[in-house]
T-cell receptor, first 115, second 111 residues
């Protein structure tokens, strides 16, 4: 079974530029997550989708971050304009549903460096 | 403030030793999960605990969920170099599989 796919794996941009990350979840997984992991810290949830609807985006900095999952499958996360503190690994994950205890599968992450 | 505090933050031990990692919070969780993350990869689920007081074993790893479902521990017996990695606890507070991750414990097992 194919895992969660993310691209690009690495991205270096200058501050104030924009960047977009793409995620393809495991086939059949209704729930998709974007997490931000800053070096030396645990992942922080940015947004959780159930199909194409948002379950939780309370920690998403909406002035610069946006995410969509228009057809309930693939998702994109965009940052515009980027700040130095956005340097982190952006992890996409998916699970069958939102029920507690459902196994969440993570992708390898997209590494962002803002200079 | 961190919702989930892990201790210790760093741990370096010799192969064959035992160790315990703690995950503490003032919040109650519907479920709590433990993950291991290796460099350049995403976290991989080790175990999920749901019931207060629950104990689960995975080979040399023993996981316990506190009676009040606010804390958890991970005990590794006879650690091996392959156990090296970042151990993360994560709690679901809302019941919607919406995980808050701990601060992480970086374990190094020296051969």
């Amino acid at each position: 079974e194919a895992g969660v796919a993310q691209s690009p794996r690495y991205k270096i941009i200058e501050k104030r530029q924009s960047v977009a990350f793409w995620c393809n979840p495991i086939s059949g997984h209704a729930t998709l997550y974007w997490y931000q992991q800053i070096l030396g810290q645990g992942p922080k949830l940015l947004i959780q989708f159930q199909n194409n609807g948002v379950v939780d985006d309370s920690q998403l900095p909406k002035d610069r971050f946006s995410a969509e999952r228009l057809k309930g499958v693939d998702s994109t996360l965009k940052i515009q304009p980027a700040k130095l503190e956005d340097s982190a690994v952006y992890l996409c994950a998916s699970s069958l549903s939102t029920g507690t205890g459902n196994t969440i599968y993570f992708g390898e992450g997209s590494w962002l460096t803002v200079v | 403030t961190q919702l989930l505090e892990q201790s210790p933050q760093f741990l370096s031990i010799q192969e064959g030793e035992n160790l315990t990692v703690y995950c503490n919070s003032s919040s109650v969780f519907s479920s709590l999960q433990w993950y291991r993350q290796e460099p350049g990869e995403g976290p991989v689920l080790l175990v999920t605990v749901v019931t207060g007081g629950e104990v689960k074993k995975l080979k040399r790893l023993t996981f316990q969920f506190g009676d009040a479902r606010k804390d958890s521990s991970l005990h590794i017996t006879a650690a091996q170099p392959g156990d090296t990695g970042l151990y993360l606890c994560a709690g679901d507070r809302t019941g919607a599989n919406n995980l808050f991750f701990g601060t992480g414990t970086r374990l190094t097992v020296i051969p």
